[in-house]
């Protein structure tokens, strides 16, 4: 019998834990938390001090059953959840719903899941910080109260199903006033002056030295004129400077730091990151994924210098203790590091990857700083009497950069400057050619999720434990999108002057490409209008980010949670009575203009799928005409001509043209399962086909000869095995079919180019992969298969059955399988055609 049962949240940190703890103890997992304020009534007793009412939840009434049996057995329950508030808290739950009396609780946490952290956390038990729970229970409480009721708001006075949150919705709030300030950009150009020169050396060795004009050019006629007055010019160095710099590393990672940087430089969601990091964590690799300190602990600094001397030389060691300067930072962590000085660790490439990130970043922590040499070249042209200047690095010493380079989110010119040719004072150079380049202003970066992250670090809203819960949230509900947008054509002028003659052309260049953007829905910016106006204190910034500061006093013990919810509450509730009994319905209604064939009127509003434009009122005898609005258009600003294109042809969207064989109507528009080409009427008596569009199009701008290749698919390719193969495109994406399977086509595969060769190599690949995933069939519905991660699990009627621990697959039969997925069925089914 175990004398000491260890209670943790997850299987994969009690798997971890076990293997450093000896026979007596018992590691179980409670599966995260093991109870929630319930749903009737908010779950809090407002009347009564704002009392929270917990139920157990359903999913984890078995695991409480078996808890309990294993603590009769028990002496000592040692509960070792993570040690921010949220760990804390399910600490505390357990102590609650387990009925544990205090003489048997012991209270451990560490910040690394290894073998010296588990027994120093042992031999340093303490009691369940109550503070720490009551600052997760305002925060939960706090946001159950604002959620509800605006939502409940949102239901009576915008569109139902709505929902708002205290901090998503300031999230969401920043991304609308983003796209605004972008809406509202008026683009300026300028042109930029870069001169060629030819650089020959002793050896009569040709280099090109490039050098930009020190002034501003705004205008053609300003560029044209210092080109012409360059012409026979001559270019003479008239200074050398050269002057030492020096790059510092950057601190160890934080949760957002670490959450940006894997989005720049393995392009990784937030959410994806913190799986891997905690995965990470939980198989011990690396200290506890959320924080937002920057130290490092002394025995970490000095195995690192250890290392560093050993392995680079002591040149390249230099210990550093980072200061934080992230708003209410907990110094009392640590920042997130390798437990150990191993290179490499991860269950797969993913996690690896990621591994590398942190290792690497930790080690150059503790590395000297890279050293510099800046060279700033200036020549002047003679007859313009204008400057010229190149500006070159040359590393003298790598430092920290042997190992590690952080990335930015717009990758500076000056971390691309290389070194230039010697030259000497008073040195003339001879012109290759002198370009003056048209140039305009950007509008201000829309986010991506890490910059999001930042920003709201900055403002510091939000804590390490909920930036990617907000992110994730706000897409789910439908207020932000994260996608890739394509770019539009823009004309500019390149000014030339070579061998004394001044050209003119013009080209062409995409602009405005966007990936992995985050973008406002039109529901979005009418619902943070709503809030904006009859909410201002919720949706004020500085508010949002003073919460976050209470949240701390109370985990520090300084103020109750109770008075600080009573604060905002009573004012708050007023609010949302006075909103929903004073305030008109706001669907973000706009008239537009009327119709110069109908004399209806056309309006722009939230409609119950989305944004529409409308012609004509509900109160008339003739229905209204609808169309939805793409998109890549905004309900505040779509024009009246561009509402009666859309709405122009029984709302089937924007017309292209006319088939060149059947003579029927072919339309860009908006579907069900998203945006598509549509071929006839929707009142023809032979229904209307549809195509849908590939990724990278949109309805904006596809053209009728793309449209109508898209109307080809699905394409015949041929046979394959006798039988045939045809690719297409359907709500998932482009696929192939084959013998009635449906393959994938990747990302460098277009449905409307690809090959019968090309068909046959990916339909293998399906199969080898499919191989490699099966380790037993029973019939084509029913097997025994390996998920994403490897683990087998049952496969019934497109359904995934967990197997249970420690199940003999070699021996598993039919009959077994058919038991387990009964049970599993009766209690928790996994998700139905996708295993998670």
Same mark, same amino acid.
């Given at each position: ?187 300026? *150009? ?152 191993? %290179? ?328 069900? /399962? ?67 399977? /449906?393959? *994938? ?32 069939? /029973? ?49 928790? %089914? ?7």
């Amino acid at each position: 019998m175990a004398e000491n049962l260890v209670i943790v949240e997850s299987p994969a940190k009690a798997k971890t834990i076990s293997k450093f703890l000896g026979k007596n103890f018992l590691v179980k997992s409670s599966f995260g938390h093991i109870r929630d304020l319930s749903k009737k009534n908010y779950g809090i007793d407002i009347e009564n001090n704002y009392n929270p009412i917990y139920e157990i939840d359903p999913d984890k009434k078995k695991i409480v059953t078996e808890l309990k049996q294993d603590i009769k057995k028990a002496e000592i329950v040692w509960l070792a959840s993570d040690e921010d508030r949220e760990g804390e808290a399910i600490a505390w739950h357990l102590a609650e719903v387990l009925k544990l009396p205090e003489n048997k609780i012991r209270r451990i946490v560490f910040h690394e899941i290894t073998k010296n952290a588990i027994q120093k956390a042992i031999e340093s038990p303490r009691t369940i910080n109550i503070d720490l729970v009551n600052a997760q229970q305002a925060r939960r409480i706090l946001d159950r109260l604002v959620g509800f009721e605006l939502s409940e708001v949102l239901w009576k006075k915008v569109k139902s199903s709505l929902s708002a949150g205290r901090v998503q919705s300031v999230a969401v709030r920043l991304i609308v006033d983003r796209e605004r300030e972008i809406i509202a950009f008026k683009s300026e *150009s300028s042109y930029k002056i870069t001169a060629n020169f030819i650089v020959i050396d002793e050896n009569k060795k040709k280099t090109q030295l490039k050098a930009d004009l020190v002034k501003k050019i705004q205008t053609k006629e300003e560029a044209l004129k210092l080109l012409n007055k360059c012409i026979n010019s001559s270019y003479v160095v008239t200074g050398i400077e050269k002057k030492p710099a020096k790059k510092s590393p950057t601190p160890p990672f934080t949760t957002s730091t670490l959450q940006q940087e894997a989005a720049r430089k393995l392009g990784y969601s937030v959410l994806q990151t913190m799986r891997l990091a905690q995965n990470l964590y939980e198989d011990g690799k690396i200290t506890y994924m959320r924080t937002d300190s920057v130290n490092l602990s002394e025995e970490a600094i000095d195995s690192y210098k250890a290392f560093i001397v050993k392995e680079y030389g002591s040149k390249y060691s230099k210990p550093r203790q980072y200061k934080t300067k992230a708003k209410g930072a907990q110094e009392a962590h640590e920042a997130i590091r390798p437990t150990t000085l191993e %290179p490499t660790a991860g269950n797969n490439r993913d996690e690896q990857r990621l591994y590398e990130l942190i290792y690497k970043r930790t080690i150059a922590s503790q590395m000297t700083d890279a050293e510099l040499e800046r060279t700033i070249i200036t020549i002047n042209a003679t007859t313009a009497n204008e400057n010229f200047t190149a500006t070159g690095d040359v590393l003298l010493f790598d430092g920290f950069l042997k190992v590690y380079k952080e990335s930015t989110d717009d990758e500076s010119e000056e971390d691309t400057k290389g070194m230039l040719p010697k030259v000497t004072q008073n040195q003339q150079l001879n012109l290759d050619k002198i370009e003056a380049i048209e140039k305009f202003t950007h509008y201000p970066p829309r986010f991506t999720e890490a910059s999001l992250v930042k920003k709201l670090e900055e403002l510091g809203i939000g804590r390490p434990s909920t930036y990617a819960p907000i992110i994730t949230t706000v897409q789910k509900r439908g207020y932000i999108v994260k996608e890739d947008r394509v770019g539009k054509e823009r004309g500019y002028t390149t000014l030339t002057l070579k061998n004394n003659t001044v050209s003119e052309k013009t080209e062409i260049e995409i602009t405005g490409n966007e990936r992995a953007k985050l973008f406002p829905t039109d529901i979005a910016m009418v619902v943070n209008d709503f809030l904006v106006a009859n909410f201002q204190k919720i949706m004020d910034l500085n508010f949002t980010a003073n919460v976050e500061k209470e949240f701390d006093e109370i985990a520090s013990g300084k103020i109750q949670w109770q008075g600080m919810i009573d604060k905002f509450y009573k004012n708050f509730h007023k609010t949302v009575d006075k909103t929903i009994k004073e305030t008109e319905r706001n669907t973000g209604e706009r008239t537009l203009g009327t119709d110069p064939e109908t004399g209806k009127i056309i309006t722009a509003r939230i409609g119950r799928f989305g944004p529409i434009v409308q012609m004509g009122e509900a109160s008339t005898e003739t229905k209204p005409v609808f169309a939805s609005i793409p998109k890549t258009k905004h309900l505040e600003t779509i024009t009246f001509e561009e509402a009666l294109q859309l709405l122009k042809g029984d709302s089937n969207g924007r017309k292209l043209g006319v088939h060149p064989t059947n003579g029927k109507n072919i339309y860009a528009r908006i579907g069900r /399962f998203g945006p598509m080409i549509q071929i006839g009427e929707n009142d023809d008596k032979e229904k209307p086909k549809f195509a849908s569009l590939l990724k990278g199009q949109n309805i904006d701008e596809i053209t009728l000869a793309e449209a109508l290749k898209l109307l080809e698919l699905p394409r015949d390719l041929g046979k394959f095995e006798d039988k045939k193969i045809t690719v297409g495109v359907g709500k998932f994406g482009p696929f192939i079919n084959h013998d009635s399977k /449906f393959i *994938s086509l990747k990302k460098t595969d277009n449905p409307l180019t690809i090959n019968t060769e090309r068909a046959i190599e990916l339909i293998n690949e399906k199969r080898d992969a499919d191989d490699k995933k099966m380790i037993k069939e /029973f019939d084509a519905d029913f097997k025994i298969i390996k998920d994403r991660w490897g683990k087998p699990n049952i496969y019934y009627k497109k359904g995934y059955y967990k197997l249970p621990k420690d199940t003999n697959i070699e021996n598993l039969t039919k009959q077994d399988c058919l038991k387990i997925v009964e049970e599993q069925t009766d209690s928790t %089914p996994k998700t139905k055609g996708k295993n998670k």
